[in-house]
């Protein structure tokens, strides 16, 4: 895989305001950072991290309309709420703009927000690096959260699905059913690991 990161690098520092190109670094740091964890390809973190809001700095009209003109499915939900589609666009750009033939690469970049099952390591690592990146401040546990997603990435996407659905419930947004699914999944996953290890222990 051969691609010019510094030239990717300044196509979206002109398409991307300024704070979210630095949000951008941000997620690519850690995303690779992550990868040296967790025994990802460190350049394919690296560019999913770099491309995962390649699609957020422009108009939610016009995130919809370019959704309409490419072709790609659009949900009631996300047309209710179109800053979803920038990790659908995104994607699409990836692969038609940036030349990303990668499909974990480009399920990275279409799933970063809303998650989903049984997602890839490069998948949660780019999910969970955008949630965590230094940039960021403001979510709850996050200290703790940094912490465990150098341990347990499954542990850690519950953790940010758990208090994503908490905080949509508690400010009356509507919620993803991909993200719904993911949290039922990551929730399973996770009690079926603590249930192993009390089998475990018992023996």
Do not use: W
């Not at 979510?139 to 542990?155: N, P, Q, T």
Request: hydrophobic share 35%; net charge positive.
């Amino acid at each position: 895989m051969q691609y010019n990161i510094d030239k990717i690098k300044q196509r979206l520092r002109r398409k991307l305001d300024a704070d979210r190109y630095e949000h951008t670094i941000g997620v690519t740091y850690t995303a690779t950072a992550l990868a040296m964890r967790h025994n990802c390809d460190l350049k394919k973190a690296e560019l999913a991290g770099l491309l995962h809001d390649c699609a957020k700095c422009m108009s939610d009209d016009a995130k919809l309309s370019k959704c309409v003109k490419y072709h790609l499915s659009v949900t009631e939900t996300e047309r209710r709420n179109p800053y979803l589609l920038h990790s659908k666009l995104g994607a699409f750009l990836a692969m038609n703009k940036y030349h990303v033939d990668d499909k974990d690469i480009l399920n990275a970049v279409l799933y970063h927000t809303t998650g989903r099952p049984a997602m890839s390591v490069l998948e949660k690592i780019v999910f969970i690096a955008d949630y965590i990146e230094p940039g960021r401040s403001k979510a709850a546990r996050l200290s703790e959260i940094r912490h465990i997603a150098f341990i347990d990435l499954d542990l850690t996407m519950y953790m940010i699905l758990s208090d994503t659905m908490e905080y949509l419930k508690k400010k009356s947004g509507e919620i993803d059913t991909t993200t719904e699914k993911a949290l039922t999944y990551y929730t399973t996953l996770i009690k079926e690991k603590e249930d192993l290890l009390k089998k475990e222990s018992n023996v």
